[in-house]
């Protein structure tokens, strides 16, 4: 599905504008995807609409809206993970400023768990309850565990929690991690303690996006007795909110790691972006930092904080062990809000390079209540097998991409 002006107002280098789909005026924001004999469907959580909506792309230049499924109302159903079957959609409080009504509790919270073997036709099957502010962004990979990223009564903001999900409908919390500062009266320093999530899991280890606690390392060994294996802290050098996203690549052991820009003026700290070196666990180094993305000569921006909006990092592309999508640990893809999507060669550890951008036209209509000057704002990014790319938007439908050139995957 096409939109008018679309061809002639985006920028891009080393990718092809494949197709755009404008989700029927529902901006999406987390995507999940699975294939089912043969066929590909992408599964979506909306920032400005409560619910979930599923875009078949089997045919990626033509894709094609099957379903939308409503969800509760004055809650944030934002994300979204599938496997083996299975959908976790994450329910959550609305932030102030985003949407929601001021002053009412969410109607749901915690997450839903669902049958997608029928891939057009999701099913629920149970719903697990923080008892507090929901769940953000959990991690879910197949198998009876969940890692949550979820408020707790007593502790602030979002901690760990490993939820089993053997009988969807009675799911147990099986343990929980946070830290010391989370704790009341606790946090001398005013910063963010959050765990954002997901925890990705490798094995016995899940690594955290903690926030102002920075990349953290926990050993799940025995799961019902989560303990701190590694921390790598940021504090004082990325932003307020801190470390967002913690994405181990174990063949090389490395790690991608970044924070998330939030300030819409342009007035905040560095956004860190880079990879990390976790072989030893114990002490996890950063190695280097991605080049920051500068704006197409034919923009007119000496640089992307002129442009308003958000400018910085959020999402990688996460691979979740799920063989529907592309697992390379030689490319990193990553959103940057107002500066689109920006891909990065990173066989150097030391030395990442940009080697291909996708900037997506202003919309042309607001849908939702943010950025508050109406630019572009890409928001996730997933890639599938088959090398199609996958960007959402706050304002707009999805965009399909795909890179022109690039070289043969040779594992190390």
Not at 105 to 112: K, M, R, S, T
Request: glycine share 10%; charged share 25%.
């Amino acid at each position: 599905m096409g939109t008018p002006g679309v061809e002639s107002s985006y920028h891009a280098d080393n990718i092809d504008l494949v197709a755009y789909h404008d989700l029927g005026g529902r901006p999406a924001f987390k995507l999940a995807m699975q294939e089912v004999a043969g066929r590909w469907y992408l599964y979506m959580g909306h920032l400005w609409h409560r619910g979930w909506s599923i875009l078949e792309v089997t045919d990626p230049t033509s894709p094609e809206l099957v379903a939308f499924m409503p969800g509760p109302e004055n809650t944030w159903t934002i994300q979204v993970q599938v496997a083996e079957g299975k959908m976790i959609t994450a329910l959550e409080r609305i932030a102030p400023g985003w949407g929601g009504v001021e002053g009412k509790p969410p109607e749901a919270e915690g997450f839903y768990t669902w049958d997608v073997s029928e891939p057009r036709k999701p099913r629920q099957l149970g719903q697990y309850k923080t008892n507090s502010t929901g769940t953000h962004r959990n991690f879910f990979d197949g198998g009876h565990l969940v890692h949550a990223a979820g408020g707790a009564p007593g502790l602030e903001k979002k901690i760990y929690q490993i939820v089993d999900i053997s009988d969807p409908a009675r799911p147990k919390e099986v343990s929980r991690f946070w830290l010391p500062e989370q704790e009341p009266g606790k946090n001398p320093d005013g910063g963010w303690y959050s765990f954002h999530g997901p925890a990705h899991v490798e094995g016995s280890r899940a690594y955290l996006s903690y926030g102002s606690g920075g990349a953290i390392i926990v050993d799940i060994s025995d799961p019902a007795r989560p303990r701190l294996a590694g921390q790598l802290r940021f504090r004082g050098i990325s932003n307020h909110h801190g470390i967002h996203t913690f994405l181990p690549l174990p063949r090389r052991g490395l790690a991608l790691v970044n924070d998330e820009a939030i300030n819409e003026d342009g007035d905040e700290n560095l956004n860190v972006a880079g990879i990390v070196d976790v072989r030893d666990q114990k002490a996890p180094r950063l190695l280097s930092l991605f080049p920051q993305p500068l704006p197409p000569p034919e923009s007119g921006l000496k640089n992307f904080f002129e442009k308003r909006g958000r400018f910085g990092p959020h999402n990688h592309h996460h691979p979740n062990h799920q063989p529907c999508l592309e697992d390379r640990d030689d490319i990193a893809y990553l959103t940057y809000f107002n500066a689109g999507l920006r891909v990065y060669d990173i066989r150097d550890a030391r030395t990442p390079k940009e080697i291909a951008y996708f900037v997506p036209p202003d919309p042309a209509e607001r849908i939702g209540t943010r950025p508050s000057r109406l630019v572009v704002q890409t928001e996730d990014v997933l890639v599938d097998r088959r090398g199609f790319i996958y960007i959402s938007q706050k304002n707009q439908g999805i965009y399909i991409l795909r890179l022109k050139e690039v070289w043969p995957y040779r594992p190390e």
